[in-house]
């Protein structure tokens, strides 16, 4: 960590110039008991991460000697080095979440319920001894959609979560069908967001097709699955039939909003079909997709239901996510603890967002969307 009262000359210059000028950021990082703080305009904002990774060893118990049989340990682990690196990084609440989902291969409920129940009481305990620093998301057993409902109940309305969180797909099936609804119907009706975080696009591309230098199925295939999980959301009418749905996508919300005219093109007319009953083009292209279940223009579900976090760690990458999707949309992501950069001073420094929409994504929308207290 970083010594306490270290101010470096770059830091002082920045501070300079914000109180000079009366708008930029004052006092982008100080120190207050070993803690990083972050400020804008001179006022001190509370920072939201919806990025964390987490697990709970006493899953081990639950699993041993089942086709599920592991070792649960690493860096995911909950221990006090994680409020160790939030006070470094300057985030003041951490969204933790199970994210690897592997629980979703049994078809025995009783385990997935055990496993789900096991974890959310590890994850309850670790907030309830940190209040003010931690909040946690429910991973649900969405292999039993009934199941994964009653999970989410409990989970915010006895356990005070503030949502869930989900693969990209479920055993190869992306949950966009009727088969899911009482699901999708629980999450809006508790008014909960879903956090969706891929594993290496498995569903989608060959075994193998991924296999080479540069951790391709990470690098790649994330991003990918969680492109095609929000297009069939919107395409196959599942954020239509559930309006009130709240999706978040790790990773920038994948490659979605990087080429998203695309999408519109396909499907931009609404009812879906960008051809009318005469077969004539009602879109800007000449090629248009048939079967589109959308009931409005997806770039409508793009700045209202979906949303997407910072993880693209350029200024020019961020000036695009947010040019696409509407500061709104966009909340603060870090990955921790896996080892990512972190995109706080990106958003910080960004000379495209205003005051307003840094606070915003750096804790606004996410204080918001998961109804966090303000305080500090």
């Not at 509370?46 to 964390?52: G, L, N, R, Y």
């Not at 592991?70 to 006070?87: K, N, V, W």
């Not at 060959?206 to 969680?226: K, M, R, Y």
Request: proline share 5%; aromatic share 8%.
């Amino acid at each position: 960590m970083k010594v306490l009262g270290h101010v470096s000359s770059r830091r002082k210059f920045l501070e300079a110039i914000g109180v000079a000028a009366g708008v930029l950021m004052v006092k982008p990082t100080t120190w207050a008991q070993g803690r990083k703080e972050v400020w804008i305009a001179g006022k001190r904002i509370k920072t939201v991460d919806i990025h964390a990774h987490a697990s709970i060893k006493d899953v081990e118990a639950v699993i041993s000697g089942t086709s599920l049989d592991r070792q649960i340990g690493g860096p995911r682990l909950l221990e006090p080095s994680r409020l160790a690196m939030m006070d470094e990084w300057g985030i003041d609440v951490s969204v933790i979440s199970a994210n690897q989902y592997w629980w979703y291969r049994t078809d025995d409920r009783s385990l997935a319920a055990e496993i789900v129940r096991v974890q959310d009481e590890g994850f309850s305990a670790w907030c309830n001894e940190y209040p003010d620093r931690f909040v946690a998301l429910t991973s649900v057993a969405m292999q039993f959609p009934d199941l994964a409902a009653e999970q989410l109940d409990y989970a915010v309305n006895e356990l005070g979560f503030k949502g869930a969180s989900m693969g990209g797909h479920v055993n190869g099936n992306v949950p966009a069908g009727p088969e899911y609804d009482v699901f999708w119907a629980k999450a809006e009706e508790l008014d909960v967001p879903i956090f969706v975080h891929p594993n290496g696009s498995d569903n989608i591309i060959q075994e193998g097709a991924l296999d080479f230098a540069g951790d391709l199925g990470n690098i790649i295939g994330n991003p990918l699955e969680t492109t095609f999980f929000i297009s069939r959301l919107i395409l196959d009418g599942t954020l239509d039939r559930f309006p009130g749905l709240k999706i978040c996508g790790a990773h920038g919300g994948g490659y979605l909003p990087s080429y998203f005219g695309r999408t519109d093109v396909a499907c931009d007319a609404a009812g879906g079909p960008s051809i009318n009953a005469q077969g004539e083009f009602i879109g800007n292209a000449p090629i248009q997709a048939d079967n589109c279940r959308n009931q409005k223009p997806p770039r409508e579900y793009l700045r209202t239901q979906i949303f997407a976090d910072s993880m693209v760690f350029s200024d020019e990458g961020l000036r695009h996510l947010v040019a696409e999707m509407g500061p709104t949309q966009v909340v603060y992501g870090t990955d921790m603890p896996l080892g990512w950069p972190d995109t706080m001073d990106l958003i910080i420094n960004s000379p495209y967002l205003n005051n307003a929409e840094k606070e915003a994504i750096l804790g606004g929308n996410l204080i918001r969307l998961l109804r966090i207290d303000r305080d500090i």
